[in-house]
T-cell receptor, first 114, second 112 residues
């Protein structure tokens, strides 16, 4: 069964450092997403990506964040200068974009900012 | 603003009972609703979805009910099993391809 994969599973970084979180969406999907979940809280939308551009983003997704699809399979989230409050689980998701908007989630990357 | 919430943060049931998890949403423009299950250390896993033009949809042991009049969504799990223990989130979106807005989650604990 196809699935979304994410690497690394856990990333530890120092405050102010740049991090890149990687995702491989399901191959025939057209929409890609990043969400985050601070420990014990709900899942929050960050950004969606379609046709090689951002289609929607939340208030959380400020200038410190960027996304890229560098090739035909990977989808990345970059945080330029990490802050303590960026510590969270980051989930990548993908969907076909068909009338039912089922988004398939990856296992997540736990980001810890020290 | 847009928000989706759940009525109860925790629900404890006995194995074999039927479980009902509730959710209230605020955006009447939402067209699509999903229930996700999240086990510890994992990403949200799709359970069942429903479009706004329906009021009920059934899957295997699960049923989702949508009441647009009062903006209420519920998930019914029949014959709850220990493996159903997880956090359950409802989520809404406006249309296909758009952001999912999640509620706060209900932790379901099933004891045998």
């Amino acid at each position: 069964e196809p699935e979304v994969t994410q690497t690394p599973s856990h990333q530890v970084t120092q405050m102010g450092q740049e991090v890149i979180l990687r995702c491989v969406p399901i191959s025939n999907h057209l929409y890609f997403y990043w969400y985050r979940q601070i420990l014990g809280q709900k899942v929050e939308f960050l950004v969606s990506f379609y046709n090689n551009e951002i289609s929607e983003k939340s208030e959380i997704f400020d200038d410190q964040f960027s996304v890229e699809r560098p090739d035909g399979s990977n989808f990345t989230l970059k945080i330029r200068s990490t802050k303590l409050e960026d510590s969270a689980m980051y989930f990548c998701a993908s969907s076909t974009g068909a009338s039912y908007n089922e988004q398939f989630f990856g296992p997540g990357t736990r980001l810890t900012v020290l | 603003g847009e928000s989706v919430g759940l009525h109860l943060p925790t629900l404890s049931v006995q194995e074999g009972d039927n479980s009902i998890i509730n959710c209230a949403y605020s955006n009447s423009a939402s067209d699509y609703f999903i229930w996700y299950k999240q086990e510890s250390g994992k990403g949200p896993q799709f359970i069942i979805d429903i479009r706004s033009n329906m009021d009920k949809r059934q899957g295997q042991r699960v049923t989702v009910l949508l009441n647009k009049t009062v903006k209420h969504l519920s998930l019914q799990i029949a014959a709850t099993q220990p493996g159903d223990s997880a956090v359950y989130f409802c989520a809404e979106s406006r249309w296909a391809g758009t952001a999912l807005i999640f509620g706060k989650g209900t932790t379901l604990s099933v004891s045998s």
